[in-house]
């Protein structure tokens, strides 16, 4: 006679036993907390504070196996310093924003939905840069378009800081500024994110626009245009080229809007 119960579970899949019992589940009810969340269940966040509070990692065992098998990244290397890398913080730097959760971060880059070249580039970018294909969401009160990536140690591997950066003072890295072809990269990053490019034939003006109300990055872009040898101009929130000429060379080498 055999003292220790059977556990079905463990019946090789090919038993009929193992069968039945797979089969029975089918008809078990669901179990009372699926889709609850500790924001809007009682219960659930009671468990929670449980188990924060007694340090209980019920997910310990799996994390440990998924990072094992390559499922989960817990190693995040220096990103390469190359033109792609260039360009990535040139719109982050425009027109991005890095959140900082206690155990991840958020990359956003923000879109016009109808700028669908935009949505591509950048959304192949990151995902090149990052080893991860972002996640793209359509806001429902404006007509944007999120590109975004959760990952650890973004803002360090980027040398951008978390949070707002309307006061931010940064100078264009050394390894960009040293680089002809880099500079060209960062300041298309900078200028697909916040640039412009205006022609008014019946006064014959022509303007190749970049707006940002961040002091620190309209002198970087009027630095990094002088060094291209162009001769920018600036007002209050603008730097802008307004020789003909320049304007559709500016345009040119550095391929804006070209997708």
Not at 87 to 103: M, N, S, W
Request: hydrophobic share 30%; net charge positive; aromatic share 10%.
């Amino acid at each position: 006679m055999n003292k220790f119960p059977l556990l079905v579970n463990l019946l090789p899949k090919t038993d009929p036993r193992y069968k039945r019992w797979r089969r029975s589940l089918r008809k078990r009810p669901e179990p009372w907390n699926k889709g609850c969340i500790k924001e809007s269940n009682l219960s659930v966040a009671k468990i929670s504070r449980t188990f924060k509070t007694r340090k209980i990692d019920n997910f310990k065992k799996w994390r440990e196996k998924a990072i094992r098998l390559g499922i989960i990244r817990n190693k995040f290397p220096k990103l390469e310093k190359n033109g792609d890398l260039a360009e990535l913080i040139g719109v982050v730097l425009g027109d991005g924003y890095i959140g900082k959760f206690p155990r991840t971060e958020l990359l956003t880059i923000v879109s016009n939905s109808k700028n669908t070249g935009f949505i591509e580039r950048y959304s192949k970018l990151v995902a090149k840069i990052f080893q991860k294909k972002p996640s793209l969401s359509k806001r429902k009160t404006s007509n944007c378009v999120d590109i975004k990536i959760y990952q650890k140690e973004i803002s360090e591997r980027l040398d951008i800081p978390s949070g707002a950066r309307g006061n931010l003072v940064k100078e264009i890295p050394r390894w960009i500024i040293r680089n002809r072809n880099h500079l060209k990269r960062y300041l298309r990053g900078l200028y697909e994110a916040e640039g412009s490019f205006c022609i008014h034939r019946p006064t014959y003006t022509y303007k190749f626009l970049f707006a940002n109300k961040n002091e620190s990055l309209k002198q970087n872009v009027y630095k990094g245009l002088e060094i291209l040898g162009f001769h920018p101009h600036e007002s209050k929130y603008q730097i802008q080229i307004s020789r003909k000429e320049e304007v559709f060379k500016a345009k040119k080498l550095i391929r804006f809007r070209q997708y």
